[in-house]
């Protein structure tokens, strides 16, 4: 089945730093790419929706100076945190949507811990 | 705009027990409703879909789920449940399934926790 994978798992990153978060869709083609941020015991919001070849369209509320997307390739959607503090820790995961199948595939998401 | 609206944070069941876990939605458009588990610290995982074929839906570990049109509802069901189904369920409706980048829209989620 489809395959996406999300890089690095856990990351922790001090205060002021950027962390750049990546996911590949494996053995699919996925024009659009979808990233969510999770807090504990919470739903997902979405933050973007990221075309391949085009800007990511954000949703409202979320910064995109500071949540940086870019989708180079068919494959491969990249989420840079820049300047990360601590309120932006949480749970981070992508989703692909196949142009070619129905439904959409999760990456296993990125722990991100900014101190 | 769609929405979902998942009745229970938190269900327990005893092991061997039936799971329900309740989902109704609201769409303008025909929907599209998926069920998602998550682990902790993992992603999503696809339990099953709902794509305007057959009503009842059948997914995988044993999960299935029933499109009522009538009543707006996408419930989650498994005859038997096990210990490793305690996890966190995900309902979501998107207005499209294919590869267009519609995207989906989650409810708040359902902890189940199987008891011995």
């Known amino acids: 089945g489809a395959v996406v994978s999300q890089h690095p798992s856990r990351v922790i990153c001090k205060s002021g730093t950027s962390v750049k978060i990546e996911c590949r869709s494996l053995?699919?083609?996925?024009?659009?790419m979808f990233w969510y941020r999770q807090f504990p015991k919470q739903s997902l919001m979405l933050m973007a929706t990221s075309n391949e070849g085009s800007k990511a369209t954000y949703e409202q509320g979320v910064e995109k100076d500071k949540f940086l997307i870019n989708h180079a390739s068919l494959t491969l959607s990249t989420l840079t945190v820049a300047s990360a503090h601590p309120e932006d820790s949480s749970f981070y995961i992508c989703?692909?949507?196949?142009?070619?199948?129905?439904?959409?595939?999760f990456g296993s998401g990125t722990r991100l811990t900014v101190v | 705009a769609q929405s979902v609206t998942q009745l229970g944070s938190h269900v327990s069941v005893s092991e061997g027990a039936l799971v329900l876990l309740r989902c109704n939605y609201s769409?303008?458009?025909?929907?599209?409703l998926f069920w998602y588990v998550q682990y902790p610290n993992q992603g999503l995982q696809l339990l099953l879909k709902y794509t305007s074929a057959a009503t009842l839906v059948k997914g995988i570990n044993g999960f299935e789920a029933e499109f009522k049109k009538s009543e707006t509802s996408f419930h989650l069901t498994k005859p038997s449940a096990h210990m490793s189904d305690a996890a966190e369920y995900f309902c979501a409706v998107s207005d499209r399934v294919t590869g267009g980048g519609n995207k989906l829209t989650f409810g708040t989620g359902t902890q189940l926790k199987v008891e011995l």
């Open positions: 053995d699919f083609q996925a024009t659009t």
């Open positions: 769409s303008s458009v025909p929907p599209y």
């Open positions: 989703s692909a949507a196949d142009i070619h199948d129905t439904g959409y595939t």
